[in-house]
């Protein structure tokens, strides 16, 4: 998290020398939002930006023909929706989305996950579940000690790669991950998971009061949503987000 900067911090002068950091208005404000609204708020925005190039698409740019263009640059709809959100934004207001995202990776978060398999030829299997299938291959390969390395090393086989269920809800995926482990083994699999299945990862626990209490340290909501992101995005989930503002003062 950032060191919350002192009161009366963002004069003139130190908004400016904050704004050379950027080459667009939108990182400006992502990235530096109490530089950015306090430059706003005093009407100093216009002039610390000008060596900013805009990069705001005219009304009406967004086209289907345009849409389509752009989207073939990503590779996931949340690579699309975060780098090219007008893009992304007309997409879904006009049902295109479906159409022009057809050759991108299906991924989900933290919160909804798939559950997979390695199938080798000598009838061993690991099953598990994740959020980013081609992030966890690439992972895995990286991981000298991972189970199904560890196989290929021992045996020199390639397994096949299964996708077992859909981008789900993490409980509903932990329970068709254990499922799954269950019937591989009922049917002579050797299973290769070293420890219980039902592992979710980073996924953390945290409670309003967490959430509440990590925002009255924040300066802004942008810094709330940047680097807090657990607390957010479980603020976000379950419905908090504008109670936890109203009481952190954001």
């Not at 005093?42 to 289907?64: A, C, D, M, R």
């Amino acid at each position: 998290m950032k060191t919350k900067k002192p009161r009366n911090y963002w004069t003139k002068q130190n908004c400016e020398i904050e704004a050379l950091k950027y080459n667009r208005i939108s990182d400006f404000k992502r990235k530096s939002g109490g530089a950015y609204n306090s430059a706003k708020s005093n009407n100093w925005l216009t002039e610390i930006t000008k060596h900013i190039i805009s990069k705001i698409k005219p009304v009406g740019y967004w086209s289907f023909e345009n849409c389509k263009k752009e989207a073939l640059k990503y590779n996931s709809r949340t690579e699309f929706k975060t780098k090219s959100a007008g893009a992304y934004d007309s997409c879904k207001e006009n049902g295109w989305i479906d159409i022009v995202s057809g050759h991108m990776i299906n991924i989900g978060h933290r919160y909804r996950k798939c559950v997979y398999s390695y199938e080798f030829i000598d009838n061993h299997v690991y099953v598990g579940i994740t959020y980013n299938i081609e992030r966890r291959k690439h992972d895995r390969e990286k991981c000298k000690t991972d189970s199904v390395t560890k196989h290929i090393k021992k045996t020199g086989l390639s397994p096949l790669f299964r996708q077992l269920t859909d981008f789900i809800a993490v409980d509903e995926a932990v329970y068709l991950e254990n499922d799954y482990v269950k019937r591989y083994s009922k049917n002579g699999w050797n299973i290769l998971n070293q420890s219980k299945t039902g592992s979710v990862g980073s996924v953390r626990k945290w409670t309003k009061e967490k959430c509440i209490a990590v925002g009255k340290k924040c300066e802004t909501r942008t810094d709330f949503c940047r680097h807090t992101k657990g607390a957010y995005d479980a603020a976000r989930r379950y419905g908090w987000i504008s109670e936890i503002y109203l009481l952190a003062g954001l």
